[in-house]
């Protein structure tokens, strides 16, 4: 009789036990990213304005990386293209980041460069050494 007490109440703090440890689980990951990260590889020192464009699926919302940096853009939705415009002392890595919708992946998005111009308003005429890349912030 004893042997079957000491079993009962040892399911019963199992039991217990088991259910304290659902309340500590962590919240899921978001399946798709929500915003991303635009940045330009550069190999020059005095880079004035960069055009580039991002093309994907719903993008908004967006803003400089550097309060340093002035950004511009134009959407256009039929294409799902954005024309985006990034002028200041500009550096390599993060130029811009943009919301987007939820239910898009990465690799739904790219970023081409069309212009360089140099601080002294001379557009580069070699562009190679230049890169772009997306990524989550």
Do not use: W
């Not at 004893?2 to 088991?18: K, P, Q, W």
């Not at 954005?82 to 500009?90: A, K």
């Amino acid at each position: 009789m004893e042997l079957r007490t000491r079993l009962v109440s040892l399911f019963a703090l199992l039991g217990i036990a088991s259910a304290c440890g659902e309340g500590a689980t962590t919240p899921p990951v978001p399946s798709s990213p929500t915003a991303l990260r635009i940045d330009l590889e550069t190999p020059h020192t005095d880079d004035g304005a960069v055009v580039v464009t991002l093309r994907g699926p719903d993008v908004s919302n967006l803003q400089a990386a550097s309060p340093a940096y002035l950004a511009y853009s134009r959407v256009d939705s039929g294409t799902s293209e954005v024309r985006l415009i990034v002028v200041g002392d500009l550096k390599g890595g993060a130029l811009a980041t943009v919301s987007i919708a939820p239910g898009h992946q990465l690799s739904d998005y790219s970023a081409t460069i069309q212009q360089v111009a140099a601080r002294s308003d001379s557009l580069r005429a070699d562009l190679s050494g230049y890169h772009m890349s997306i990524s989550v912030p």
